[in-house]
């Protein structure tokens, strides 16, 4: 079973090379998306990738926010898979690149979705150091996305969550990815298609951040909605429509990251130029 990761990064420079460090030790492909950042994450990250076997940078201009950058993850897993180059029963992990939620307990997690035959192991924190604003808000969010997915939620908004590789085409069929709405479109997607979910799994956070404001949970409900009426009126985006979007993406390749028939363009170069990571252009099949 290969254990994957999805790092989404924005302006995390201060932290970023401690974070990807304890990633490498426990992950075999990692997927690190920055998102627009205006620090020197994307800096990091060119040299991060030079020395990874199996890593890929997505490196975007704009800051478009969590859940798109998830996206862009989402759809090169995707394609990794529909290619061949990831199996079905393999784990897919969200992170978030701020040291909020601690790798130690991957292997751990791999093995109990696998033993359960789980589609999606979301945690959910212990929010005994939290401050109560952000306790009613969770669970409010929590609810919204029971009511809609058919799931009592313990804690949707968690970001360390386990994916059946296999699961994620379906995923990304309905999945809008807008600002920060990711966590309440996933809960509803995997609750409303049927998904074997655990949300039992409680997780220590090392520190608390604060995160969305009142203005991004109406967001998040918004989008919540507008999730759940594509899947009740059945409006898929294909893998076309998902290797399109790869297509307008800037990615760098690890030292032997396999390279889809999608990534067209050059071979990959025998040594970085310029101290940059190899990367490659990515074109749309024909």
Request: proline content about 4%; aromatic content about 8%; some cysteine.
């Amino acid at each position: 079973m290969t254990k994957v990761a999805i790092v989404p990064i924005y302006n995390e420079a201060a932290t970023l090379e401690k974070v990807l460090a304890s990633f490498s030790e426990r992950i075999d492909v990692i997927i690190a998306v920055n998102d627009g950042s205006t620090d020197d994450s994307s800096a990091i990250l060119g040299r991060w990738v030079q020395s990874q076997p199996r890593a890929y940078v997505i490196d975007n201009a704009i800051n478009r926010g969590k859940a798109s950058a998830l996206k862009d993850g989402f759809a090169l897993a995707a394609v990794l898979l529909d290619e061949g180059f990831l199996a079905q029963d393999d784990m897919l992990f969200t992170f978030d690149a701020d040291g909020q939620h601690t790798v130690d307990s991957v292997d751990e997690l791999a093995s109990r979705a696998g033993r359960e035959r789980l589609d999606m192991l979301l945690t959910r924190r212990d929010f005994s150091h939290y401050p109560r604003f952000k306790k009613v808000g969770n669970w409010g969010l929590s609810m919204f996305a029971s009511l809609l997915g058919g799931y009592r939620f313990k804690d949707v908004e968690c970001g360390l969550r386990v994916i059946r590789m296999g699961r994620i085409p379906e995923i990304l069929a309905y999945y809008i990815g807008y600002k920060y709405s990711s966590e309440q479109e996933l809960g509803i997607i995997t609750a409303s298609l049927g998904f074997r979910i655990d949300n039992d799994v409680l997780v220590e956070v090392p520190h608390y951040r604060a995160g969305t404001k009142i203005p991004d949970g109406l967001v998040n409900i918004s989008l919540g909605l507008l999730t759940w009426l594509r899947l009740h009126l059945g409006l898929r985006t294909g893998m076309e429509t998902v290797r399109a979007r790869l297509a307008r993406r800037r990615v760098l390749a690890g030292t032997t990251a396999p390279l889809p028939r999608s990534f067209a363009g050059s071979p990959r170069p025998a040594a970085p130029r310029s101290g940059a990571a190899p990367e490659v252009a990515i074109k749309l099949d024909r």
